[in-house]
Every structure is written in C-alpha cells, then in structure tokens.
C-alpha cells in the first residue's frame, strides 16, 4: 500500500501543477487584459482545488505509513538534525499543507466577489503564492538535497 499511495503521490503532483499553472495563466490574462470570467475560468479554479485536495488527502495518508516519517516521529531528537528526515517529517508538510490552505481560502474567495477583474486578481494572488511554495518544497530530481523521481512506477 505503501508504494501504491507513494507512486499516487507522484503522479497526483503533475496534475496539481499543471492545474495550477493553467489557472494562473487564465487568471493573470484576465486580470491584465480585463477579460470576461467565464466557465473555463471557474473550472480551472475548481480543477485546482480538486486535485489538491486529492494530494493533501493522500500525502496525510502517506504521512502515517511512511518509515521515513516513523522514524522522524519515533527518534525527533535525533533525526530533527537529519536533513533528509526531517524534509518529510517536518518540512514537507508545513510548506504543502500552507500552499493548500491558500489555495482553498483563494479559491473560496474569488467565488465569492463579483467583479470578474476581482475573480482573476484573487485567483492570480492566491494561487501563485501557492506555486512558489509547492515548487520550493517538491523533492525534485535534480535536487542536490533531497531527490525523488518524477514519476514512479506502479
Ligand atoms: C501539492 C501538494 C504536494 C505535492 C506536490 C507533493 C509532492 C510530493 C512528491 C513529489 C513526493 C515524492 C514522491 C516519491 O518519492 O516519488 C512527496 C513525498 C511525500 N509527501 Fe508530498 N506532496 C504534497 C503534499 C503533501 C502533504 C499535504 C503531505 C502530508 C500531509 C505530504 C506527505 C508526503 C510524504 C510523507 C512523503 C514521503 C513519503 C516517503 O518517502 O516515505 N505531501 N510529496
């Protein structure tokens, strides 16, 4: 179960920065060129919160079965100072779970205003904040620190 939820971790990560980048996109080019706000619009804003939440949903799942976490949680003295244990037991979580609450209150915000441009600035504010966080805190490939594969196999 481990591996299938850590390889769903993996894959659900592509859809949550595809969402968000396309939701970003649509809310700057509304914002900047006073677009109409339309349901392509209000899609990808839900498409984004959707797939979020099916990450965050899955990452706590992970959080509670992962050795790596375990053994954060079982020896914090100690594996606080180790970086790579400490990224999933501590760092990890922090940035995702803020990236997320951010997304939720930008989204559930820029339902609520009625002016389009207001739509797209909120959406564009909220959720680029978001994308910084996630793209700062994702154990990339390339990362000298912490490295991960893009993607897992089943
Ligand atoms: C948008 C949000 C998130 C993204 C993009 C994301 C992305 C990732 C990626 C790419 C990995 C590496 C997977 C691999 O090894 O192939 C990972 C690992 C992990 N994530 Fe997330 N994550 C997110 C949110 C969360 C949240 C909210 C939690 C916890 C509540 C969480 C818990 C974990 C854990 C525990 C691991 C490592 C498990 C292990 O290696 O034993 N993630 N995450």
Known sequence: MYLILLALHSLIRWFVLLSLLFAIYRAFRGWLFNKTHTGIDDSS?????IAAHIQLVIGLW?????PIVSYFLHNFKDAVHERQ???FGMEHITMMLTAIVLITIGSAKAKRKVADKEKFKTMAIWFTIALLLILSSIPWSFSPLISRPMLRAF
Do not use: G
Request: charged letters at 15%; proline letters at 0%; glycine letters at 0%.
């Open 85 to 87: 244990i400490r990224f």
């Open 45 to 49: 804003r839900v498409a984004v919160t």
């Open 62 to 66: 992970l959080y509670f079965i992962s």
